[in-house]
């Protein structure tokens, strides 16, 4: 049954990493989560936390890029917890390869995920939102979508294709109450950096101004602070939690 005295959150791949730590620190926050994620273990297993923790979270296992399960996501997170008033567009993978060596494949797996995945989910919460006048989406991007990245050019195209379209929706919604905004993490110490080469990850360490990466907390207080009221200035904008990795 749907409590509607707390706001309510969904967050795509938070089973782990990046998105884990943003559903703990909303739940905090007082958010009422929806833990999405591919695995359905890992979706339960932070929900669990939450609610270990005195807060209130339910599990949607599903794909992002799959439009029948965006439905079930958000349909999850409505009998949960009422109507969406946040959702954070993290979900993603990680691929490494030269350009020359992409199959079509993992280039379409990429875009599938983080491009689709972020359309469906945004278009799946964003009527409801247009008619209460109010709403706030953010997008999980990277800096490689700002500056690109070697061995990465599928997944830096993808991450710059959700820039574009947070600029693009938020000239379309902002007006009309809903603010959309995008956060382009530096590396951070999290599951799926991990899965990139460990030449990759030193060689990207030398190159940070402040010569660590990230922790994926630092990057949930930069989207609490997008969510909150504080930020009600900020549409459009893309704020980067990156060890100094782009400077605007």
């Known amino acids: ?3 509607a005295s707390s706001p309510a959150a969904i967050i795509t ?7 884990r730590a943003i559903a703990l620190r909303l739940a905090t926050d007082g958010y009422a989560v929806l833990v999405n994620d591919l695995s359905a273990e890992r979706s339960q297993a932070v929900a669990a936390e939450i609610i270990a923790a005195g807060g209130r979270a339910t599990a949607a296992a599903g794909d992002v890029s799959n439009e029948a399960d965006v439905r079930g996501i958000v349909e999850a ?3 949960a917890h009422g109507t969406t008033t946040l959702l954070v567009n993290n979900a993603g993978i990680a691929h490494q390869a030269l350009f020359e060596n992409l199959e079509v494949g993992d280039f379409d797996r990429m875009f599938a995920v983080h491009v689709r995945g972020t359309f469906l989910m945004t278009r799946a919460v964003l009527r409801p939102m247009l008619e209460r006048g109010e709403g706030v989406i953010v997008n999980i991007a990277s800096q490689l979508g700002q500056i690109g990245g070697v061995e990465l050019v599928h997944y830096s195209g993808a991450k710059a294709a959700i820039i574009g379209m947070t600029k693009a929706l938020a000239r379309e919604v902002s007006s ?7 956060v382009a993490p530096g590396p951070i ?13 030193a060689a990207k360490k ?38 100094g990795d782009v400077m605007l």
């Open 176 to 182: 009309r109450g809903v603010r959309v905004n995008a």
């Open 77 to 79: 997170g409505e009998r």
């Open 206 to 243: 030398q190159q940070l101004p402040l010569g660590r990466f990230g922790e994926p907390e630092e990057v949930a207080a930069t989207v609490s602070f997008l969510a909150s009221p504080a930020a009600s200035l900020f549409v459009g904008q893309t704020l980067g939690p990156n060890s």
């Open 189 to 201: 110490n999290t599951p799926l950096v991990m899965e990139l080469s460990d030449d990759w990850r």
């Open 13 to 19: 791949g938070a089973g782990s990493g990046i998105g």
């Open 1 to 3: 049954m749907a409590d």
